[in-house]
């Protein structure tokens, strides 16, 4: 159903947005504590993202509109804002898939569960700690092993596969933002911690699984999941958190009655018994021009003048 659901929405982003649409956002004033939501009126263009036109009323309306947003190709996850009721990426949601020209209406709000700093900006301080507290890095009984390591873990593609998936979080909050616990109980682990804790869990390379279990099996830590599973439906990666939860919430409940011992933990890589094969690497000559030798100009200290 959530690979579907992403397929309607590329499907859509395909048509051709409105000729002009309304943002209206959500503002608030720290200063003044007023919340408000403003109107602007902004023409598009096929292919125009929420965020190009937040960009554009920042640039060419309103000057004072404050919003997050960095990498704008789905990869720092920092400009999370929560577009017609639903949690989504700025810069991944095209104006096509959430207007109309039955409804040239796109309302955009900061994300929920969230203290708002300043309009749009979300404050991720608690977000972050709750990441912290799960320990999301490689423990091993001798930490010599990943401070001093000279040499990899040895991890086969099977290994790799289990935990692939949730290695590519990154950490955009919307998960959090979505989760009907996060919103009513502000001491729960939330769904990316939680799901984090099962990455690293399960992680062949890791001997810290003791430590976290008992960080997520208390009354605020995997238990709390009352799988709604909107994490799973609003992830830009398509990450699944929820049935990350239901995987640690079963490896607890295993360990509690004695019936869960992690099956493999895996060795550092021992020295190569025969060394690498090497390859020479030499310049192509098929394509050279006469006259030119690569390796000569390979030599050349090149000088690039910078001023304008």
Request: glycine share 4%; proline share 6%.
């Amino acid at each position: 159903m959530v690979a579907r659901s992403k397929f309607q929405e590329l499907l859509a982003a395909t048509r051709q947005p409105p000729k002009e649409v309304t943002i209206r956002v959500k503002r608030y004033d720290p200063e003044t504590g007023k919340v408000w939501y403003q109107d602007y009126k902004v023409k598009t263009f096929r292919g125009m993202t929420i965020l190009d036109a937040l960009l554009q009323i920042k640039e060419k309306i309103d000057h004072t509109i404050v919003m997050r947003y960095s990498c704008r190709m789905g990869v720092c996850g920092s400009c999370g804002v929560v577009v017609n009721k639903k949690p989504s990426l700025a810069c991944q949601t095209q104006i096509a898939a959430v207007a109309s020209e039955d409804k040239p209406i796109v309302v955009v709000e900061p994300l929920y569960n969230f203290p708002i700093i300043r309009d749009l900006v979300a404050d991720f301080g608690d977000f972050f700690n709750k990441h912290r507290a799960i320990k999301p890095y490689i423990i091993r009984k001798d930490p010599d092993e990943v401070e001093k390591g000279e040499r990899e873990f040895i991890m086969d593609p099977h290994d790799l596969h289990e935990i692939y998936e949730y290695s590519l979080c990154i950490m955009c909050g919307l998960c959090y933002s979505a989760c009907p616990v996060s919103a009513g109980d502000p001491l729960y682990l939330g769904p990316q911690a939680l799901a984090q804790a099962y990455r690293f869990i399960a992680d062949v390379r890791d001997e810290g699984y003791e430590e976290r279990i008992k960080i997520v099996d208390t009354e605020h830590g995997c238990h709390r999941c009352h799988f709604a599973a909107t994490c799973s439906a609003v992830c830009p990666k398509m990450v699944d958190p929820a049935s990350a939860i239901q995987r640690l919430r079963k490896i607890v409940f295993m360990k509690t009655l004695g019936f869960w011992k992690k099956k493999k933990i895996t060795q550092i890589a021992g020295p190569l018994k025969e060394p690498l094969r090497q390859i020479e690497a030499k310049y192509a000559v098929e394509n050279i021009l006469e006259g030119v030798d690569p390796e000569e100009q390979a030599k050349r200290e090149e000088k690039i003048d910078l001023e304008l």
